[in-house]
C-alpha cells in the first residue's frame, strides 16, 4: 500500500477506534492540564488498547509495543513508545507482507476534571490523535475504558503474522 494510502488507513481506523473508546460528548472541564508523564505511564504500560475486529496495540512495561493493523490484519506494527507532560508518542515501523514503513505518531493526553454528557468526573486522564478534535477518555474516577485492557493481548499475534510472512 503506498504511503497515502497507508496514512489514510491509519487514520480511518484511528478515527474508528476513537469513536468506538469515547462516549458521545466527553469534554474536559478549562481547568484540566496536559496529563503528567507518570500518569501516562501507569495508565499505559503493561496494557493493551483494543481497536476492535482483532487489531489493537499492546503497550509493554519497557517502552516497546507490538500491534497489528490494516483493514484485513495484514499489518503489524512494532516499535517503541514514550510519555512526555502532555504526550503519548510511539515511533513505529508498520510491517506488510511485502512493505516497511516507518510512522512516527503522538497523542495529545490531558488530566484532569471532566463531562461524558451528563456524568461529571473528578479526575479524567484522555488522549486525542494529531489533528483530531475531540478527547477520548482512557481512565476517569478510577475506572478504565473497555478499549484499554490489562496485560498483553497482540504481540503473539502480531508475531505469528510476522513469521508467516518469513519475517521477525
Known amino acids: 500500500m503506498n504511503t497515502p494510502l ?3 488507513a ?3 481506523g484511528m478515527l474508528a477506534f476513537s469513536t468506538l473508546t469515547a462516549f458521545a460528548g466527553f469534554k474536559f472541564d478549562p ?3 496536559p496529563a503528567s508523564a507518570a500518569t501516562i505511564r501507569s495508565a499505559i504500560a503493561g496494557h493493551s488498547w483494543d481497536w476492535g475486529g482483532g487489531k489493537g496495540v499492546s503497550f509493554a512495561a519497557d517502552g516497546t509495543f507490538m500491534a497489528v493493523g490494516g483493514f484485513d490484519k495484514t499489518e503489524v506494527g512494532k516499535g517503541t513508545w514514550t510519555a512526555t507532560d502532555g504526550k ?5 515501523v508498520w510491517i506488510g507482507k511485502s512493505k516497511e514503513t516507518k510512522t512516527p505518531f503522538c497523542w495529545s493526553a490531558m488530566e484532569g476534571p471532566a463531562k461524558d454528557g451528563k456524568i461529571t468526573f473528578k479526575v479524567a486522564f484522555g488522549l486525542k490523535g494529531q489533528d483530531k478534535p475531540d478527547y477520548f477518555w482512557v481512565t476517569a474516577d478510577g475506572k478504565t475504558a473497555k478499549a484499554f485492557l490489562s496485560g498483553d493481548r497482540f504481540s503473539a499475534k502480531a508475531k505469528k503474522l510476522l513469521a508467516g510472512w518469513g519475517k521477525s
Not at 88 to 92: G, I, S
Open 10 to 12: 491509519f487514520a480511518a
Open 6 to 8: 497507508r496514512t489514510l
Open 31 to 33: 481547568t484540566a492540564k
Open 88 to 92: 503519548l508518542c510511539w515511533d513505529a
